[in-house]
Nanobody
Framework: QVQLVESGGGLVQPGGSLKLSCAASGSFFSIYGMGWYRQTPRNQRELVAH???????NYADSVKGRFTISRDNAKNTVYLQMNSLNPEDTAIYYC???????????????WGQGTQVTVSS
């Protein structure tokens, strides 16, 4: 059973910073792309940032220059450093990982349970 466990959310004032972490555990062969998505009650889930196994990254325009995604392949963990936060960043943040459970097997998407980020004074 594969699990993605997120941590690091919370309440922060505008202009502040938070760092999210997401660790994959369980039995699997390899993790490929990993990413962070966010969702608000009004909006669909949207991609925030993505990183490939080799370290190539891409970001939503709204977070470029403020957020940084990184990963530690040895720890099967992805991070999201969020700086200069503003109220529009308030959302539930979800971790995503594309992985194969066995060599040559189908690649599946797995999701974390979500962590709340609230930016408010």
């Amino acid at each position: 059973q594969v699990q993605l466990v997120e941590s690091g959310g919370g309440l922060v004032q505008p202009g502040g910073s938070l760092k999210l972490s997401c660790a994959a555990s369980g039995s699997f062969f390899s993790i490929y792309g990993m990413g962070w998505y966010r969702q608000t009650p009004r909006n669909q889930r949207e991609l925030v940032a993505h990183i490939t196994k080799g370290g190539s990254t891409n970001y939503a325009d709204s977070v470029k220059g403020r957020f940084t995604i990184s990963r530690d392949n040895a720890k099967n963990t992805v991070y999201l450093q969020m700086n200069s936060l503003n109220p529009e960043d308030t959302a539930i943040y979800y971790c995503n990982a594309a992985l194969r459970v066995v060599p040559g097997g189908v690649m599946y998407d797995y999701w974390g349970q979500g962590t709340q980020v609230t930016v408010s004074s």
